[in-house]
């Protein structure tokens, strides 16, 4: 029988999802994913959880109860950096033990490290140490880990064409717009885990579209372009995170025809508190182009956010209607 693999459908299964699921299939281990995100598995996250922790969190440690004892392992990689000269929220590094420690009757964590802060070249250490877990066979770990690589290649194209990461990790391509007011172009910026879970945003994605919006994310724009403009910023980034957002965001206002930005922000993230203000920052100097921001947290609710998402749309598109000849920012 295969060997069960774990893994939480929260944080970077958003990212890296395709990736995981290539690697351990080729090793000839089943992937069991956690349920999609409800109350249930909130509930369970907060109580097994710190309470200092920021939402995205707690939803990880439900996904953990949620899949827990249906496995024979748990894959929670320990990520320090996914970039050079780069780091991600320490969050991420301590994850695997917070998870030990808080809770009980776990499976055998697969905790490797993932730092490609010096090289990239650590990635594929990284692989052989995890598919040290399945196979003696060093070779056919090096074969799995290029068709994972493929796979999440082919992945990011779709996203650079348009797609979103829930569209395609839950086969929703046929989005329907139901509005028959013109399109209007709105940026999203957030973490991925905020932006395409959509019981953390309360359905964000669905309902701009189903008001005829066409979204556009940061991951849409290519790593090296939002690299380049952040380097406009007088200090390197720490985060990977910051400098993504930033340099996608400053590609979006120079090239493309933008009507609104959302940020979506995790409340209590250090990461978001800082990156944001920056971004908002820059926007209001560089361009006169609606901006809020949504934060989300357990006790965010369904009516509040409506209410302000609907009243950001009114006023884009009232703007849109009067060629912008309205300020936007009242
Ligand atoms: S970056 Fe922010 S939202 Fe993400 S895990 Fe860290 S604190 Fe939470």
Not at 6 to 13: T, V
Not at 87 to 94: D, E, R, T, V
Request: with cysteine.
């Amino acid at each position: 029988m295969d060997v069960k693999v774990g893994i939480p459908r929260a944080l970077f299964y958003y990212q890296y999802y395709p990736l995981w699921k290539t690697f351990f299939e080729e090793l000839d281990a089943q992937v069991v994913l956690s349920e999609h995100t409800t109350a249930k598995i909130l509930d369970e996250g907060i109580k097994s959880c710190v309470s200092e922790a920021c939402l995205p969190v707690k939803i990880f440690y439900g996904h953990v109860m949620n899949i827990k004892d249906k496995v024979d392992y748990l894959f929670i990689p320990r990520f320090t950096s996914i970039s050079k000269k780069e780091y991600i929220c320490p969050k991420f590094g301590g994850l695997p033990d917070m998870i030990r420690n808080s809770i009980k009757g776990l499976p055998p964590l697969i905790d490797t490290e993932i730092n490609l802060r010096k090289s990239k070249k650590n990635a594929i250490k990284a692989a052989m140490e995890t598919g040290g877990f399945f196979t003696k066979d060093k070779r056919k770990i090096e074969r799995a880990y290029k068709k994972a690589l493929e796979s999440y290649r082919e992945f990011n194209e779709k996203i650079k064409q348009g797609a979103l990461p829930s569209d395609i990790l839950d086969r929703k391509l046929n989005v329907i717009k139901k509005s028959n007011e013109p399109e209007l172009n709105i940026l999203v910026i957030g973490h991925v885990y905020n932006l395409y879970d959509s019981f953390i945003n309360m359905d964000l994605i669905d309902k701009l579209r189903k008001n005829g919006v066409k979204i556009m994310t940061i991951d849409m724009v290519e790593e090296d372009i939002a690299r380049k403009n952040a380097g406009l910023l007088p200090k390197k980034m720490f985060w990977n995170f910051g400098s993504r957002a930033f340099g996608s965001v400053m590609n979006f206002l120079d090239k493309e025809d933008i009507d609104g930005i959302i940020y979506l922000m995790s409340f209590g993230c250090g990461v978001d508190s800082f990156v944001c203000d920056l971004i908002e920052r820059r926007v209001r100097k560089t361009k006169d182009v609606p901006f809020i921001i949504l934060t989300l947290d357990e006790h965010s609710g369904q009516a509040g956010m409506d209410t302000r998402l609907e009243a950001f749309i009114d006023m884009v598109r009232w703007r849109y209607r009067n060629e912008n000849n309205v300020s936007a920012y009242g």
